[in-house]
Nanobody
Framework: QVQLVESGGGLVQAGGSLRLSCTAS????????MGWFRQAPGKEREFVAG????????YYADSVKGRFTISRYNAKNTVYLQMNSLKPEDTAVYYC?????????????WGQGTQVTVSS
């Protein structure tokens, strides 16, 4: 059974920073790329950032490139998302997942997510 647990969200002012964490189990963590997704009110879930198995390659949605940084620590089965220069449009629930070919999420069992709210 796959389990994904996100944490680190909160309420911050525009221009502030947050660091999100995701701990994953149910698969061999180091054998999969990992990704962050988010879902804003009234919108579909969207891809935010991805990282390969070793952590040596990362990729980002255009909307967050230059502001967010994804990283991982395989010994702890954990992936992180450092979020800087936050904007109100970053407000969403953030989720993590294992990634397959084409950076698509693999697990149908999403975690609870962690809420990020950015005030103006």
């Amino acid at each position: 059974q796959v389990q994904l647990v996100e944490s680190g969200g909160g309420l911050v002012q525009a221009g502030g920073s947050l660091r999100l964490s995701c701990t994953a189990s149910g698969r061999t963590f180091s054998s999969y790329p990992m990704g962050w997704f988010r879902q804003a009110p009234g919108k579909e879930r969207e891809f935010v950032a991805g990282i390969n198995m070793s952590g040596g390659s990362t990729y980002y949605a255009d909307s967050v490139k230059g502001r967010f940084t994804i990283s991982r620590y395989n010994a702890k089965n954990t992936v992180y998302l450092q979020m800087n220069s936050l904007k109100p449009e970053d407000t969403a629930v953030y989720y993590c997942n294992f990634l397959g070919f084409g950076r698509i999420p693999i697990s149908d069992s999403w975690g609870q997510g962690t809420q990020v709210t950015v005030s103006s």
